[in-house]
């Protein structure tokens, strides 16, 4: 059974800096697509970053380009998003997603994912 677990978020001042992690378990999730998305309270769910685990291709959504970036640790099972430069506007609930069929074309969809987390909360105050 896979699952994905995320850790790490919190409540920060706006321009410092955290890190999320996702323990992911239940595969080898060395040929998936991995992905970070959040959604903020009366939002639709929005991505943020996305990895593909084999190659380490990465791909950022426009908003976050720059400040994030997303990583993985083979020998772990994990992978991270570290968020730096935050902004009230990254507050949300943070989501990481598997892709078994590793469809990079459709990698900012949330549909092209098979598992979710829980999310973990992160809120920037300004």
């Known amino acids: 059974q896979v699952q994905l677990v995320e850790s790490g978020g919190g409540l920060v001042q706006a321009g410092d800096s955290l890190r999320l992690s996702c323990a992911a378990s239940g595969r080898t999730f060395s040929t998936y697509v991995m992905g970070w998305f959040r959604q903020a309270p009366g939002k639709e769910r929005e991505f943020v970053a996305a990895?593909?685990?084999?190659?380490?291709?990465?791909y950022y959504a426009d908003s976050v380009k720059g400040r994030f970036t997303i990583s993985r640790d083979n020998a772990k099972n994990t992978v991270y998003l570290r968020m730096n430069s935050l902004k009230p506007e990254d507050t949300a609930v943070y989501y990481c997603?598997?892709?078994?069929?590793?469809?990079?074309?459709?990698?900012?969809?949330?549909?092209?994912?098979?598992?979710w987390g829980q999310g973990t909360q992160v809120t920037v105050s300004s």
């Open positions: 990895l593909h685990w084999s190659g380490g291709s990465t």
């Open positions: 997603a598997a892709d078994r069929q590793a469809r990079w074309d459709s990698a900012r969809a949330p549909y092209a994912y098979d598992y």
